[in-house]
């Protein structure tokens, strides 16, 4: 018997056959495997699988999780208000799905698209940048486009961290911060966002020793899951740590557009902000896109040239189609977007002065659509989003599920309509 690989694994050929209609067999090959004290001849069924150890240590996904508890509230019949994930429930703009029906239909889209973006778009990109934010950037060099800016945010720290590397995360924060550095083998330093420091992280009171080690910071205004926003003095701090300390900045801009009073400030309008780091953005939340999946990054070019390379090899570009129609959304005037403003304004109105009339304590929404309430007395955060499903058949995000410091806190998003809204507050005023 001829073996080979393996003292206990033979190569043996299968008998030759012939028979009517079937393929002649004889010079395939089995797999068998042989007790090395007996002759008896055992096949092996399946391979044993085993998950790699940066997958065995990762923590639940939050919105993973949040659906489980949706899919089985819905199986016993409960007429579920989801105000948990910010997926908004308003459609996209109509300018913009009949610029992408266009667009499909045109067969140079068809191929495969540049891993920076089109050209066409980067221009679109700055164009908006100076209209909104009166910035210059340079569209062959200083915007990036991604498959939403989530997939920029997890493949940045595979660009710029070792293992071992540190990188500064705020907590609570979005979850896909700490993930993405696990995935590049870094260690992330937990900085804590306060009410009394107004969801800003205290950059004082991180050790010098972590400062010197870190090579990465995440910052995020308006801010996910708090609604803070920041002041031109706090970007300006973290671009003077930044240079002290050579720290990437990377700051995550997806809600600048969902305001209500006064215009959220872009990290890139501070001077100096393009010396240490880039700015995420996408089109999910702004126009109603998050099915659509394109955003992009801007800022530093040789930041956004170490993103680059890694995009180069993962994936294959933003469809172009979708690429020419985010141009025209990129185009509406900020009248054109007024409209959906004014709807989450009406529904955080009425969740606002609906909580807080019963009692709970929180911060109104300046900006986002979301409301960050603390829990009642003697609840978890997790306790206190089980009991409102199961007494009220509302759903509501956990705090715990964006970070440690975000226990005792509860999140909702504004993605349901008023009525329905204003139909939570009456379920959950009975409980209360």
């Not at 033979?10 to 030759?16: E, R």
């Not at 990762?58 to 659906?67: E, N």
């Not at 937990?190 to 205290?202: T, Y």
């Not at 700051?251 to 006064?262: K, L, M, N, Q």
Request: glycine content about 8%; aromatic content about 10%.
């Amino acid at each position: 018997m001829p073996s080979f690989f393996h003292p206990t694994v033979s190569v043996l050929p299968f008998l030759s056959f012939q028979a009517q209609g079937s393929r002649d067999f004889s010079n395939s090959f089995c797999c068998i495997i042989v007790h090395p004290q007996q002759e008896e001849v055992v096949l092996k069924k399946k391979i044993s699988i085993e998950l790699a150890s940066r997958v065995k240590h990762l923590p639940p996904y939050l919105f993973a999780a949040i659906d489980t508890m949706k899919q089985q509230a819905l199986k016993k019949g409960t007429d579920l208000i989801d105000l948990s994930i910010g997926d908004p429930d308003i459609p996209t703009p109509s300018q913009i799905v009949q610029a992408m029906k266009k667009a499909v239909e045109n067969p140079v889209h068809h191929r495969y698209p540049s891993y920076e973006g089109m050209l066409s778009f980067r221009q679109a990109v700055a164009r908006w940048y100076k209209r909104r934010f009166h910035v210059n950037i340079d569209p062959g060099t200083e915007v990036l486009s991604l498959i939403g800016s989530k997939e920029g945010i997890g493949h940045i720290p595979l660009a710029f961290i070792n293992p071992g590397d540190t990188v500064l995360v705020p907590s609570p924060g979005y979850p896909v911060y700490p993930i993405g550095t696990l995935f590049a083998g870094g260690n992330s330093y937990f900085m804590p966002l306060k009410e009394e420091k107004n969801f800003l992280p205290d950059l004082d009171r991180v050790p010098k020793n972590i400062l010197r080690k870190a090579k990465l910071i995440f910052i995020n205004y308006p801010n996910n899951p708090t609604s803070a926003t920041a002041p031109a003095h706090f970007f300006k701090e973290v671009i003077r740590i930044a240079l002290r300390y050579n720290i990437i900045v990377c700051h995550d801009a997806s809600y600048t557009e969902i305001y209500y009073d006064e215009k959220p400030l872009s990290f890139m309008q501070i001077p100096g902000a393009k010396d240490v780091g880039i700015e995420f953005h996408s089109l999910s939340k702004t126009y109603n896109m998050t099915g659509w999946r394109i955003g992009f990054a801007v800022g530093n070019r040789e930041v956004l040239g170490g993103l680059g390379k890694i995009k180069t090899n993962l994936d294959s570009g933003v469809f172009q189609a979708v690429q020419d129609a985010a141009i025209t959304a990129l185009s509406l005037s900020q009248e054109a977007l007024a409209p959906i403003r004014k709807t989450y304004q009406e529904r955080r109105n009425i969740l606002y002065n609906g909580l807080t009339g019963l009692g709970m304590n929180l911060m109104k929404p300046k900006a986002t659509f979301y409301l960050w309430a603390k829990v009642p007395p003697h609840f978890t955060s997790m306790g206190f989003a089980a009991h409102l499903l199961d007494k009220t058949g509302v759903l509501a995000t956990p705090g715990n599920g964006f970070g440690d410091a975000g226990e005792g806190y509860i999140r909702f998003a504004l993605t349901a309509s008023a009525g329905r809204i204003q139909e939570a507050v009456e379920r959950i005023s009975k409980i209360l």
